[in-house]
């Protein structure tokens, strides 16, 4: 079955940086567009960052353009998010996910269990 596991996540200061990383296995990884997504305390799911199977596309949320870097590596079946610049707006628990295709905003169903991103002096 789909298993996505994140890590990276901490305690870091405004303008600090993080990358988390999510080992894929259940499934043909480097067949499968992927995203992060996160949510902030009391607040629904927000899409963050997709990318296509073979990493050649990648697409941000407007609020993290130019701070957020989205990668893989497909023969180590891991998505990586670098984070720089991080803002204490960007306080989440963060989640990889698998999603259907690229342009995927629907529900996400397969995602990790998360892992938590605080920026704060």
């Known amino acids: 079955q789909v298993q996505l596991v994140e890590s990276g996540g901490g305690l870091v200061q405004p303008g600090g940086s993080l990358r988390l990383s999510c080992a894929a296995s259940?499934?043909?990884?480097?067949?499968?567009?992927m995203s992060w997504v996160r949510q902030a305390p009391g607040k629904g799911l927000e899409w963050v960052s997709s990318?296509?199977?073979?990493?050649?596309?990648?697409n941000y949320v407007d609020s993290v353009k130019g701070r957020f870097t989205i990668s893989r590596d497909n023969p180590k079946n891991t998505l990586y998010l670098q984070m720089n610049d991080l803002k204490p707006e960007d306080t989440a628990v963060y989640y990889c996910?698998?999603?259907?295709?690229?342009?995927?905003?629907?529900?996400?169903?397969?995602r990790g269990q998360g892992t938590q991103v605080t920026v704060s002096s």
């Open positions: 996910a698998k999603i259907p295709n690229y342009y995927w905003r629907g529900s996400y169903d397969y």
């Open positions: 259940g499934f043909t990884f480097y067949d499968s567009a």
């Open positions: 990318i296509s199977f073979a990493g050649g596309s990648t």
